[in-house]
T-cell receptor
Framework: DVKVTQSSRYLVKRTGEKVFLECVQDMDHENMFWYRQDPGLGLRLIYFSYDVKMKEKGDIPEGYSVSREKKERFSLILESASTNQTSMYLC??????????????FGNGTRLTVT | GESVGLHLPTLSVQEGDNSIINCAYSNSASDYFIWYKQESGKGPQFIIDIRSNMDKRQGQRVTVLLNKTVKHLSLQIAATQPGDSAVYFCAENNAGNNRKLIWGLGTSLAVNP
């Protein structure tokens, strides 16, 4: 089975702090994703990476950056955390499938609270 | 029982009954559709997917139906069990590599013993 591991289940950070959320997948997937999940808003894509050192902005990239130095690891960075970034953050990965689509496999999420 | 995923977010069924969860998708150009199950405290778990060149696909106790004419997707769960209690999400995509997955808001399924 594919395993997507997010380093923290719960995080509490202060406004203005720099926050790193780490994600590792063990199935050699090319694609990796960061989503946030909020009640009533569903899943929203923050950033997407289809290869090492490659990234694309999703629907809500403002206030976030990402890093993909190795194929298995995709990091989400909050440069200066704000209270409106309090959310559940979900990492996912998938095969590239020849430019088509294949299922995303998700981690169990990091619940971030910014105070 | 039936539910329209985006307008009736809660579906309650008796154990052993069949469940039908519905989704109305937005883009007629979407060519890939996928269902996920999310249990409390966990990330979404892939259930089944279907491409637009098909109208039905079956898995273990689950069937996905796609009606492109009316842009409607449904997930049928046979002999619903307590372990099926979760929030179910549909998603549609019209670009490669899942770049443009559009997610529904989810339907909560409660299975009564």
């Amino acid at each position: 089975d594919v395993k997507v591991t997010q380093s923290s289940r719960y995080l509490v950070k202060r406004t203005g702090e720099k926050v790193f959320l780490e994600c590792v997948q063990d199935m050699d997937h090319e694609n990796m994703f960061w989503y946030r999940q909020d009640p009533g808003l569903g899943l929203r894509l923050i950033y997407f990476s289809y290869d090492v050192k490659m990234k694309e902005k999703g629907d809500i990239p403002e206030g976030y950056s990402v890093s993909r130095e190795k194929k298995e690891r995709f990091s989400l960075i909050l440069e200066s955390a704000s209270t409106n970034q309090t959310s559940m953050y979900l990492c996912a990965s998938s095969f590239r499938a020849g430019g088509g689509n294949s299922p995303l496999h998700f981690g169990n999420g990091t619940r971030l609270t910014v105070t | 029982g039936e539910s329209v995923g985006l307008h009736l977010p809660t579906l309650s069924v008796q154990e052993g009954d069949n469940s039908i969860i519905n989704c109305a998708y937005s883009n007629s150009a979407s060519d890939y559709f996928i269902w996920y199950k999310q249990e409390s405290g966990k990330g979404p778990q892939f259930i089944i997917d279907i491409r637009s060149n098909m109208d039905k696909r079956q898995g273990q106790r689950v069937t996905v139906l796609l009606n492109k004419t009316v842009k409607h997707l449904s997930l049928q769960i046979a002999a619903t069990q307590p372990g099926d209690s979760a929030v179910y999400f549909c998603a549609e995509n019209n670009a490669g590599n899942n770049r443009k997955l559009i997610w529904g808001l989810g339907t909560s399924l409660a299975v009564n013993p």
